[in-house]
């Protein structure tokens, strides 16, 4: 690896920023951080990185105001630094729901954090999964959009589940299912949602074939996990067998753990784009660091990054 490679970690997951380094066999260059006491952010290297391309690891988590802020300061103090690019490499992109104008006098705020991260001095980012992918277009400078379905797809191969089902919970979900489903040699089925209000979800109609089938639910993330579950019961009521769960992103706010544990899925499959500690039955979570490693790596040589997460 070339010695102007630097990898640097917020505080949001630094695990995952050291199982980076690991794969690529480099160490973690060192970053202080630390708080005023007004709470003001204050972000430094330790070494130089004068004429270095950096990688900033910084993912959205449940402290996703304090994690934005801290990433644009960590980019400020880069570019200031004299660093020939800036990488931020960020699994999961916080605000990517609000990407549109559902009802009026809302904001788009995809938009606005692309924008933000964008103006702090970022020249590239690479991320996992974005709620819709129409939100690559709201970024003025490149991105690579990544995918964890090839890791989805070998687990359920390993784990050897016959008679299987893809099932979208939603109709913007129904491409991601497809592609899962192609992988997997299998079908797919649709459910229609509705969300009376923030954080709930009923689902209104299921189109395809589950009766007797195990179903794989297939999602960007898990939340607050009402739309699951709910995707559950409907699938139970049509005669479904085992109803496993598979987001890239297990966010697990309140109260999903109790919902999950409740209904009773047969596995509740996830990878560690943010940190992951909640008690879920059931619990499995798959690594994205050796994915964004050799992606790290294929762009700082130059190389393709479709390459690394089709194969």
């Known amino acids: 690896m070339a010695s102007n490679l630097r990898i640097f970690a917020g505080s949001s997951h630094p695990k995952l920023a050291k199982a980076i380094c690991e794969h690529l066999g480099i160490p973690l260059s060192g970053l202080q951080i630390s708080?005023?006491?007004c709470n003001e952010i204050y972000a430094k290297p330790e070494e130089t990185v004068r004429g270095d391309d950096v990688f900033i690891i910084q993912t959205g988590t449940s402290n996703v105001n304090e994690d934005l802020m801290e990433l644009f300061v960590i980019l400020d103090a880069m570019k200031r630094s004299f660093a020939r690019s800036v990488h931020v490499v960020?699994?999961?992109y916080p605000y990517a729901r609000q990407d549109r104008v559902a009802s009026p006098r809302e904001p788009i705020t995809a938009k606005l954090v692309a924008k933000l991260i964008g103006s702090a001095g970022a020249d590239h980012v690479i991320t996992v999964q974005i709620h819709s992918e129409q939100t690559q277009g709201f970024f003025d400078?490149?991105?690579?959009?990544?995918?964890?379905r090839k890791l989805f797809a070998d687990y359920f191969k390993e784990k050897g589940v016959k008679d299987l089902v893809v099932v979208a919970p939603d109709a913007g979900a129904a491409k991601d299912a497809d592609r899962l489903a192609r992988k997997?040699?299998?079908?797919?089925a649709v459910m229609s949602k509705t969300r009376p209000d923030f954080n709930k979800?009923?689902?209104t109609s299921l189109v395809g074939d589950v009766s007797g089938k195990n179903c794989i639910i297939f999602d960007d993330?898990?939340?607050?996990?009402?739309?699951?579950?709910?995707?559950?019961?409907s699938l139970k009521e049509n005669g479904a067998l085992d109803v496993y769960v598979a987001a890239t992103?297990?966010?697990f706010s309140d109260p999903a753990e109790e919902r999950l544990n409740k209904v009773g899925f047969a596995g509740v499959v996830v990878t560690d784009t943010v940190p992951v500690s909640a008690n879920i039955k059931g619990l499995e979570v798959l690594s994205v660091a050796p994915m964004l490693a050799n992606v790290v790596k294929n762009v700082h040589e130059g190389k393709s990054v479709t390459e690394v997460f089709n194969r």
Do not use: Q, W
């Open 201 to 203: 979800a009923e689902i």
């Open 90 to 92: 960020m699994p999961h």
């Open 35 to 37: 708080k005023f006491a």
């Open 184 to 188: 997997l040699d299998t079908t797919i």
């Open 141 to 148: 400078f490149p991105i690579d959009h990544l995918n964890a």
């Open 249 to 251: 992103h297990g966010i």
């Open 221 to 233: 993330m898990i939340d607050t996990a009402g739309s699951v579950c709910a995707a559950y019961d």
